[in-house]
Each structure stands twice: as structure tokens, then as C-alpha cells.
């Protein structure tokens, strides 16, 4: 299944106002809803099992912050019915400060941790990875996962299980051994 309207492969945040955006677990569900195809106010608070006053509220804030579009309109009654969609398959925070990425990656975290009791423990995809990468290292890294994001994704059919990644590089504060220094006592 894909999106019946148009969006970008990538759009990077640039502003604290887009990182605070999208770092609510309420929105990050509507952005992931908005991947399948575009949705009114409506049907997002059903999907959400959400007061439609709280999804416009959310949807008003993404909105604001660039991270969706009004992809139509119809005229239902007397109401200007807005269909809204997602200006990109990935957003990437790379462009902003540092306090900023620090506040995104505690919010996606803390969704990830409210998802964790929905893991299958036969589920051999459930995966943590903890790696010490150099700069260099961290720099190729970081590349290969931009690259995997654009060119694997693939909006999900409806009803399949899902699966959500949260990619966080950070520098990290860790003692390093010395160097290597001949035993005395090993030597004799």
C-alpha cells in the first residue's frame, strides 16, 4: 500500500519548534497513520480512539511546524473537511542543536519504552544493538542509515504487524583502556 498523495523521501528538521513537534508520542502515532494515506481530523480521532478536539489540537501543531500539509478539501454541510498528510516518509534531526537532539531523544525513547510490552518474545526481530564507534566510524554509519531509510521504506499494508526503529547516535562519555604496557612481573 502506498500513500494516495505526494511527500518528500526526506525532510530535515531545522527548528526547535519541529523536534518538540514531532517529539510527542500522540503525534508520532498520527504521523505513522498519515504513512498509509491521508486522513481527516475524524478519522484520526477514531483510529487514535482520541476526542477530535485533542487530534485537531496535535494536527494544528504539526501543521504549524511543517511536518504535514492539507493534501485536499471537501465541502461536507457547511465545514471545509481537510484531508491531511505527511510532507515526507522520514524526518531526520540532524540540523539542530545539541540540547535540542538531547530533548527529541529522551521524547523517542520514552515512546519506544511505552511500546516495549507489545514485544512477542518469539519474535526474532526484537533486536538491541550497543556499538563504540569512532568519529569516522559514527560519520559512516550515520550515512548508511540515511541511506537504508530512503531507499528501503515501504508504506505498510494495512493490519500487518508493524515495527518501529529509533535511531539515536550520540557521543558517548566512556572510560577508555590505556595503553598497552608490558607486565612487569610477566617479563622476568
Same mark, same amino acid.
Given at each position: 500500500?502506498?500513500? %494516495? *498523495?505526494?511527500? &518528500?523521501?526526506?525532510?530535515?528538521?531545522?527548528?526547535? @519548534?519541529?523536534?518538540?513537534?514531532?517529539?510527542?508520542?500522540?503525534?508520532?502515532?498520527?504521523? &505513522?497513520?498519515?504513512?498509509?494515506?491521508?486522513?481527516?481530523? $475524524? +478519522?484520526?480521532?477514531?483510529?487514535?480512539e482520541s476526542p477530535t478536539s485533542t487530534i485537531a489540537?496535535?494536527?494544528?501543531?504539526?501543521?504549524?511546524? #511543517?511536518?504535514?500539509?492539507?493534501?485536499?478539501?471537501?465541502?461536507?454541510?457547511?465545514?471545509?473537511?481537510?484531508? *491531511? #498528510?505527511?510532507?515526507?516518509?522520514? !524526518?531526520?534531526?540532524?540540523?539542530? #542543536?545539541?540540547? =535540542?537532539?538531547?530533548?527529541?531523544?529522551?521524547?523517542?525513547?520514552?515512546?519506544?519504552?511505552?511500546?516495549?510490552?507489545?514485544?512477542?518474545? =518469539? %519474535?526474532?526481530? $526484537?533486536?538491541?544493538?550497543?556499538?563504540?564507534?569512532?568519529? &569516522? +566510524?559514527?560519520?559512516?554509519?550515520? +550515512?548508511?542509515?540515511?541511506?537504508?531509510? $530512503?531507499?528501503? !521504506?515501504?508504506?505498510?499494508?494495512?493490519? @500487518?504487524?508493524? *515495527? #518501529?526503529?529509533?535511531?539515536?547516535? !550520540?557521543?558517548? %562519555?566512556?572510560?577508555?583502556?590505556?595503553? =598497552?604496557? @608490558?607486565?612487569?612481573? +610477566?617479563?622476568?
Amino acid at each position: 500500500m502506498t500513500a %494516495d *498523495y505526494e511527500m &518528500a523521501d526526506v525532510f530535515e528538521l531545522t527548528t526547535p @519548534e519541529q523536534l518538540k513537534a514531532l517529539g510527542d508520542p500522540l503525534r508520532q502515532k498520527i504521523l &505513522a497513520l498519515l504513512l498509509e494515506r491521508a486522513a481527516t481530523t $475524524n +478519522q484520526l480521532a477514531k483510529a487514535l480512539e482520541s476526542p477530535t478536539s485533542t487530534i485537531a489540537h496535535h494536527l494544528k501543531v504539526l501543521h504549524e511546524a #511543517g511536518l504535514i500539509t492539507i493534501v485536499r478539501t471537501r465541502q461536507v454541510r457547511a465545514i471545509t473537511e481537510r484531508s *491531511y #498528510g505527511r510532507v515526507a516518509h522520514t !524526518y531526520l534531526g540532524i540540523s539542530s #542543536g545539541a540540547e =535540542d537532539r538531547r530533548v527529541l531523544a529522551q521524547q523517542l525513547l520514552h515512546h519506544m519504552v511505552e511500546e516495549l510490552p507489545h514485544m512477542e518474545d =518469539d %519474535d526474532e526481530l $526484537n533486536s538491541v544493538f550497543i556499538m563504540r564507534l569512532t568519529k &569516522a +566510524q559514527a560519520h559512516e554509519f550515520t +550515512q548508511h542509515i540515511k541511506q537504508l531509510t $530512503n531507499t528501503t !521504506y515501504q508504506p505498510q499494508e494495512s493490519g @500487518e504487524k508493524q *515495527y #518501529g526503529l529509533v535511531s539515536i547516535l !550520540y557521543r558517548a %562519555d566512556l572510560p577508555q583502556l590505556p595503553a =598497552d604496557e @608490558e607486565d612487569p612481573e +610477566q617479563s622476568e
